[in-house]
């Protein structure tokens, strides 16, 4: 931004030198000073956008941050499979800019769920709503070293709340700590974010837990933003896993594709299992998730 500052500090003396030059010919002079000026608020607005939304991953976390007053809806649908169970996830998450530093998160589940079983051949469905998480995020490191480039750390705090349907609800109400990390640079951008959730509800299936996820994403198109391209299409490589203190431990590789304009984002990936060692709850054949983002 201090390049963009600099710029109009000196479109504003040419402005003040002109008209006091030219005399006739002021009136160029100060068309041709606002074309700069809006080019210059143009690129700086398209640098701030492209900072603070282009480069957010799929399944990960990201430490970049709405401004201040700014919400972004997203809302997912997941589907997998874990043996006879098949399942519809559909988590609406919103979340609200507090301060330029620290953002609000709520997520609300909710679950379609189809049960088969085997043995009488029956197939059972019900539907509910799942544990809601509430988290605080809050940065304490930014450097931006260029118009689309920043690395930024930030620290995450809340809560999952027990929703109490039947079926689909825990029996506590956990904590929840963790940071993550962001780095972009050009085209590249990478993400690392790691997770406790400390159960309270206590035996061994419900032990503590720890999520830790890494990302990679690959801008596509454009080579470089520019004025007449607001639009920006994401390859996506993710490391998605869960490590519980009763010994099971899953690690998902999820590819997908994200395609990012300055108000809405579109998303797609799939996750697939390398790594499922699990006795306390279903091991997931496979998860498909699309979702979009809508800044406000």
Do not use: C
């Amino acid at each position: 931004m201090r390049s963009t500052k600099a710029a109009l500090r000196s479109i504003a003396l040419r402005r003040r030198e002109g008209d006091a030059a030219l005399g006739d010919t002021a009136g160029w002079a100060v068309m041709l000073s606002r074309f700069q000026l809006a080019i210059v608020l143009g690129v700086g607005a398209l640098a701030t956008a492209a900072s603070s939304h282009a480069q957010a991953p799929i399944n990960s976390n990201v430490a970049l941050q709405p401004s201040t007053g700014g919400v972004i809806l997203r809302q997912q649908l997941r589907y997998f499979e874990a043996g006879d169970v098949k399942a519809f996830v559909v988590p609406t998450t919103i979340l609200y800019g507090l301060r330029d530093d620290l953002t609000l998160i709520l997520t609300t589940p909710l679950v379609f769920r189809e049960v088969h079983d085997p043995m009488t051949g029956e197939t059972r469905r019900d539907s509910g709503v799942a544990d809601l998480t509430f988290l605080t995020k809050f940065r304490v490191f930014r450097d931006d070293f260029g118009p689309t480039e920043t690395r930024r750390l930030s620290l995450l705090g809340g809560l999952e709340i027990r929703s109490g349907d039947t079926g689909f609800t825990s029996d506590s109400y956990d904590p929840i700590f963790g940071g993550v990390f962001t780095h972009a640079q050009g085209r590249h951008a990478f993400d690392a974010d790691l997770l406790w959730k400390f159960n309270t509800a206590g035996g061994a299936a419900g032990a503590d837990q720890m999520k830790y996820d890494v990302a990679y994403l690959y801008r596509l198109a454009p080579e470089q933003y520019s004025s007449s391209k607001l639009t920006a299409l994401f390859g996506v490589l993710e490391l998605n896993g869960q490590y519980d203190m009763n010994g099971d431990h899953e690690l998902f590789v999820s590819p997908g594709i994200s395609y990012v304009t300055k108000r809405w984002t579109l998303e797609g990936t799939i996750q697939l299992p390398i790594l499922q060692e699990l006795d306390h709850r279903l091991a997931r054949d496979f998860v498909v998730g699309l979702s979009f983002r809508i800044r406000f």
